[in-house]
C-alpha cells in the first residue's frame, strides 16, 4: 500500500496540475461522473470510474472529504475492485489510504483558501467533513 509521504507526493502533483486542491475540479478535469444516490462508492462501468454520492451529505461540507475518498479509489486503486471486494484485509488497507488521501487533500485545500494551516483537527471537520 502507499505510504503517507507517497500519498502527499500524489495530492500535491495532483493539486499543482489542476491548480487547486478542490476535489470537485479534480473530478471534472479527470472526467469521472458523481451520481447522488443513497450510498457513496465507486463503482465501474466498464472501464468507466462512477463516483455515487450520498444524497444526505450533498449540501453539506462532508461532500468534500467523502469525495477526496472515493477520488483516491478512482486514481490509486484502478483495476481492483473484485480484488478489494473479496479481501477484507485489502479493503482495509485500501480505505486507510483513501482517507489519508482526502485528509491531505482538504488540508490542502484549507491551507489554498485561508494562506495558512489550519489551527485544530476541529477546523477541517468544520469545513470539509472529516468524521469525528
Known sequence: MTSTREINKLVFAIGQRYSTFDPFTW???????????????????????IIMMSNTIRYSNQRYFILAHELCHVIEQD??????????????????????????????????ENGHLP??????????????
Not at 473530478?27 to 468507466?48: C, F, H, P, R, S
Not at 483537527?121 to 469545513?127: G, H, I, Q, S, V
Open 79 to 112: 483495476g481492483l475492485t473484485a480484488y478489494y471486494s473479496s479481501n477484507m484485509r485489502f479493503k482495509d488497507k485500501s480505505e486507510n489510504s483513501a482517507d489519508e488521501f482526502a485528509m491531505a487533500v482538504v488540508t490542502n485545500l484549507y491551507i489554498e
Open 27 to 49: 473530478v471534472e478535469k479527470l472526467n469521472v461522473q458523481i451520481y447522488w444516490k443513497e450510498v457513496a462508492e465507486t463503482l465501474y462501468y466498464g472501464d468507466t470510474p
Open 119 to 132: 489551527d485544530t483537527y476541529k477546523d477541517l471537520r468544520y469545513d470539509y467533513g472529516l468524521p469525528f
